[in-house]
């Protein structure tokens, strides 16, 4: 199983950015896929979540309205749309898949996530 995350960049406050992971050695469609995110010197934190059929759950700091998660199974990709960006919000952002078992309130711990990807690097300059 491999999940490749990319788009990160370097992008000034306010602006925008869409992250995506590409999923191999799965079925995306059977799989709940989350994004995660560390910044320097802090624990990872919980972004998102988007169920294997399709509801999605929010981070209280990202249910601002900012993110959007979105999958795409026929791809094979899970995204993370990105809106009016903050240098608060400058971490590498981590995409991982979880068991579909996995109850709501679960959700926010990457103990639930059995999947990571590698990270990508979001830099919001102020």
């Known amino acids: 199983v491999q999940l490749q995350a990319s788009g990160g960049g370097w992008v000034q406050t306010g602006g925008s950015l869409r992250l995506s992971c590409v999923a191999s050695?799965?079925?995306?469609?059977?799989?709940?896929m989350a994004w995660f995110r560390q910044a320097p010197g802090k624990e990872r934190e919980y972004v998102a979540t988007?169920?294997?059929?399709?509801?999605?759950?929010y981070s209280r700091d990202s249910r601002k309205g900012r993110f959007t998660i979105s999958r795409d199974n026929a791809k094979s990709t899970l995204y993370l749309q990105m809106n009016n960006l903050e240098p608060e919000d400058t971490a590498v952002y981590y995409c991982?898949?979880?068991?579909?078992?996995?109850?709501?309130?679960?959700?926010?711990?990457?103990?639930?996530?059995?999947?990571w990807g590698q990270g990508t690097l979001v830099t919001v300059s102020s």
């Open positions: 050695g799965l079925t995306l469609s059977a799989y709940n």
């Open positions: 988007i169920r294997w059929n399709g509801p999605s759950y």
């Open positions: 991982a898949a979880g068991s579909k078992t996995t109850i709501v309130s679960d959700m926010s711990s990457l103990h639930r996530y059995d999947y």
